[in-house]
């Protein structure tokens, strides 16, 4: 039925759950380690247990035989309704309804402290995501990278770890020369407006390829902008482009609810970069043909240019001068840089060179990587060419999501529009697995049922206008009024679980899936469930429905996404 990821069981009964288990094997003369997992079905109970089909061989029986041997001898426990052997051996515990109505309980109660932790309270983390090229305005790479990257931060600080979110935008290289370049070519210096930053990139890096003159020309602005000649036009325009691309930056990262305690800049991560790449030379590094490089090769990794030719340092060095900045400036456990799959190999060696230069660095440095995002729809047209710009996808999925709740007859508002959009976008990244390519795909994305942002959207809102109804504020929950176990309490406390697990495995796709199953075991027990009904029953259900919008408000702001009451 609902599919959920194995990992974490709420502490409390698992461990409880776990004794009974271990107790019975003592009991028994046996010795082995208890595993709770939650079964694929919840029509297979809760908890499932192994224990006898790893410990058959040892103590000479049939998996089976040893399980219901091992059942037999199991204590009642008030929250377990009953114990069964499945298959060849598995133990399954079914939970009681004391348990759920307890834990419902305790969620009403805890409010908007529901889902958070503090396993981690004292842990410090420097997160780095959504870091630009100054020049080439935001696009829909960035999409993903902000997504996972500000999901990360909010799952990690709901596991009471202290996050500093930083950006560390590229305002020096050979590409923003070339930008500089066309700007001039174009005539744009003096009304530079960000998309003719991104029409000038293109037509820069088209005319260096085909022009050996102009080629020249772009290599002597790069040296002067490395060089922070400010008496020169190249600098004017730098200057000029880099504050308009920093306040798109700052507006288009806004919208997608991300805030950032401060920005590094790649300019003075080169400068630091070659000082410590100098100093390390030869220990580390060596000179090759009028450059320093770092034989990666001697290390599985392969060999690569840190300072080049004309003295200046390369993405890598950048990188490393970026780790010297981080732990000049911070006191942390632990930095994270998420990126693109694409540079999974650029960080190995980094991380390796980091590691020959400062243990700590590498120690405390973790690079994760997410696939890439292709979209199946023509209907995204962008001022760039060939890579839509995150502000163009944005304004057509805003602009399809109003066309749909105007056809659903649903609320006609250009912010609910624009909660909608963006919650199409982000759980079409989140609900992916970190390291595996997105199809976006924008009708799906945007359909109320189904596996979608909005369909959870909506959910949620269809349990505010339950609660709205009922006209009361929390409801008193004295009994279950008779009401049989549901798949939505089955389901309800897993939730601390599943953003434990995304924090663990760095995968925010556990908690969208989760949201997903949660939504879809509601409203299959609205579909058959009269909440309103006026029975004994009726509080406890207004409980659940409520317990069932605080999870889907927190658990979709976790992924970076807001929750409209009316839809």
């Known amino acids: 039925m609902f599919s959920q990821p194995k990992g974490m069981i709420d502490s409390m009964i698992n461990k409880e759950v776990t004794d009974l288990v271990s107790e019975t094997l003592t009991s028994l003369g046996f010795e082995g380690e208890v595993v709770l997992e939650?079964?694929?079905?919840?029509?297979?109970?809760?908890?499932?247990?192994?224990?006898?089909?790893?410990?058959?061989?040892?103590?000479?029986?049939?998996?089976?035989?040893?399980?219901?041997?091992?059942?037999?001898?199991?204590?009642?426990?008030?929250?377990?309704?009953?114990?069964?052997v499945a298959g060849p051996g598995f133990i399954n515990f079914y939970l009681a309804s004391t348990f759920f109505t307890q834990k419902t309980k305790e969620i009403l109660k805890q409010g908007e402290e529901w889902g958070k932790t503090t396993r981690d309270a004292g842990k410090t983390m420097l997160f780095e995501h959504s870091s630009p090229n100054l020049f080439k305005p935001f696009h829909i790479g960035h999409l993903v990278n902000n997504t996972l990257g500000e999901s990360l931060i909010r799952i990690f600080r709901a596991t009471g770890t202290t996050v500093m979110p930083l950006s560390y935008p590229s305002d020096v290289s050979p590409g923003i020369a070339k930008a500089v370049w066309a700007i001039l070519d174009k005539g744009w210096q003096d009304d530079i407006t960000v998309a003719r930053i991104g029409e000038a990139y293109a037509h820069g890096v088209a005319q260096y390829k085909e022009n050996e003159e102009i080629q020249k020309e772009i290599n002597e602005i790069n040296a002067s902008l490395y060089n922070q000649e400010t008496d020169t036009q190249f600098w004017s325009v730098h200057e000029k482009g880099r504050a308009l691309s920093l306040d798109y930056f700052t507006a288009i990262t806004s919208r997608l609810g991300s805030e950032f305690d401060e920005l590094i800049f790649e300019s003075e991560a080169e400068k630091e970069g070659k000082e410590i790449i100098k100093k390390h030379t030869p220990r580390v590094f060596e000179e090759s043909d009028g450059a320093i490089i770092f034989r990666g090769s001697e290390h599985g990794l392969f060999d690569n240019v840190f300072i080049n030719s004309a003295g200046f340092g390369t993405y890598l060095a950048k990188d490393i001068g970026l780790l010297s900045l981080?732990?000049?400036?911070?006191?942390?456990?632990t930095s994270i840089t998420i990126t693109d799959i694409e540079q999974k190999h650029h960080f190995q060696l980094v991380k390796k060179a980091a590691e020959l230069i400062n243990k700590e660095w590498a120690e405390k440095s973790e690079y994760i990587q997410h696939g890439r995002l292709e979209l199946t729809t023509g209907k995204i047209s962008s001022r760039s060419g060939n890579v839509p710009l995150a502000e163009d996808i944005l304004d057509s999925v805003r602009e399809r999501a109003h066309e749909r709740m105007q056809e659903n007859n649903r609320v006609d508002d250009e912010m609910v529009a624009e909660h909608v959009a963006v919650s199409a976008i982000k759980y079409a990244i989140a609900r992916v697995g970190m390291g595996k390519n997105i199809v976006f795909d924008m009708e799906q994305a945007l359909?109320?049922?189904?596996?979608?942002?909005?369909?959870?959207?909506?959910?949620?809102?269809?349990?505010?206008?339950?609660?709205?109804?009922?006209?009361?504020?929390t409801p008193e929950i004295s009994s279950r009024g008779g009401l049989a176990i549901v798949a939505v309490e089955q389901l309800l406390y897993r939730f601390p679980e599943a953003v434990e697990r995304a924090a663990n495995e760095y995968e925010p796709h556990y908690v969208a899936?989760?949201?997903?199953?949660?939504?879809?075991?509601?409203?299959s027990w609205y579909a058959n469930e009269q909440v309103l009904d006026g029975s004994d029953a009726q509080n406890y259900k207004l409980g659940l429905t409520e317990a069932v919008g605080a999870t889907l408000k927190k658990g979709l702001w976790l992924l970076g996404i807001e929750t409209p009451e009316r839809m």
Do not use: W
Request: include cysteine; charge should be negative.
């Open 38 to 84: 939650h079964p694929n079905d919840l029509l297979h109970g809760d908890f499932s247990c192994n224990i006898a089909m790893v410990l058959a061989k040892q103590v000479g029986k049939n998996p089976r035989e040893l399980a219901e041997e091992i059942v037999s001898k199991i204590e009642e426990h008030e929250y377990i309704e009953k114990v069964e």
């Open 326 to 333: 981080k732990f000049d400036k911070y006191t942390f456990d």
């Open 447 to 473: 359909s109320f049922e189904g596996d979608s942002g909005p369909y959870l959207q909506y959910t949620y809102a269809r349990t505010q206008s339950i609660l709205q109804k009922a006209n009361e504020a």
């Open 513 to 523: 899936n989760y949201l997903s199953d949660l939504a879809s075991a509601y409203n």
